[in-house]
């Protein structure tokens, strides 16, 4: 260990319970519980889809196609809030990975329809299951009107522009 190391290490205090003010500070603040609760959702989802190798942003892409077969890509992209650049990546993984196929509009030779294929589905079908169990975990923890005021609380910091 570098001596820089050794002397950060070396300040930290005996008794964890010193970082309370800190810790109680942070508390205080939106962002960092929604993060924390972010990561603690995250942590849980990834968990529970592990082997079936997917991530949130996957599930959702292939949720939404399956909800909206022939969507364009732009179109799932807006719907997700995610920017082009990171749809398109998704896109290619899951199309690499023969769960959606992409066909070419007839309407509109520019646009890109998605569709899921059979693999596709059946690992939708899989991954919901996963998701209805880590759902129930977390909104177990609430009452239905708390969980309806929280739910229209985070849509209303999600419609902030």
């Known amino acids: 260990m570098s001596r820089s190391s050794k002397a950060k290490v070396d300040d930290l205090p005996e008794d964890l319970d010193e970082l309370t003010p800190l810790t109680e500070e942070l508390e205080g603040f939106l962002g960092y519980r929604l993060r924390r609760a972010n990561a603690a959702m995250h942590r849980h989802f990834i968990a529970a889809v592990a082997d079936l190798g997917i991530t949130q942003k996957q599930a959702a892409m292939l949720w939404l196609i399956n909800s909206n077969p022939g969507t364009a890509q732009v179109s799932a992209a807006d719907a997700l809030g995610m920017d082009r650049a990171t749809t398109m990546a998704i896109v290619d993984r899951l199309d690499e ?3 959606l196929l992409r066909k070419q509009s007839s309407a509109d030779r520019r646009r890109q329809e998605l569709y899921l294929t059979p693999a ?3 690992l939708l079908r899989k991954a919901k299951a996963r998701v209805a169990k880590h759902e129930e975990r977390f909104t177990s923890l609430f009452t239905a009107s708390e969980l309806k005021f ?3 609380a985070l849509r209303k910091l999600r419609d902030v522009t």
Request: overall charge neutral; charged content about 20%; glycine content about 22%.
């Open 97 to 99: 990975r023969g769960l």
């Open 120 to 122: 596709g589905q059946n």
């Open 150 to 152: 929280l739910l229209e």
